[in-house]
């Protein structure tokens, strides 16, 4: 994956796995002076995210 993350404590020194959900629209310019995020992937990204955390706990709890 390209970029850096700050997940480095959890996955290499901790071993835990992590999960990345992409907010960001395809066309972002990431980092660009023309940067952008359309508000719909945003908030479909946290409800991915809120959705993944709820089976990851479910599966933890044996639900």
């Known amino acids: ?4 993350l ?3 404590v959890f996955t290499k020194i901790l071993g835990v796995d992590a999960f990345v959900v992409p907010y960001a629209n395809f066309d ?3 980092h ?3 940067e952008n995020l359309r ?3 945003f908030l479909a990204g946290i409800r991915t995210g809120a ?3 709820n ?3 479910c ?3 044996g639900v």
Do not use: K, R
């Open 32 to 34: 660009a002076p023309n």
């Open 1 to 4: 994956m390209g970029g850096s």
């Open 6 to 8: 700050p997940d480095y």
């Open 55 to 57: 089976q990851v706990g």
């Open 59 to 61: 599966a933890a709890a």
């Open 39 to 41: 508000i719909d992937c």
């Open 28 to 30: 972002e310019a990431n």
């Open 51 to 53: 959705a993944l955390l």
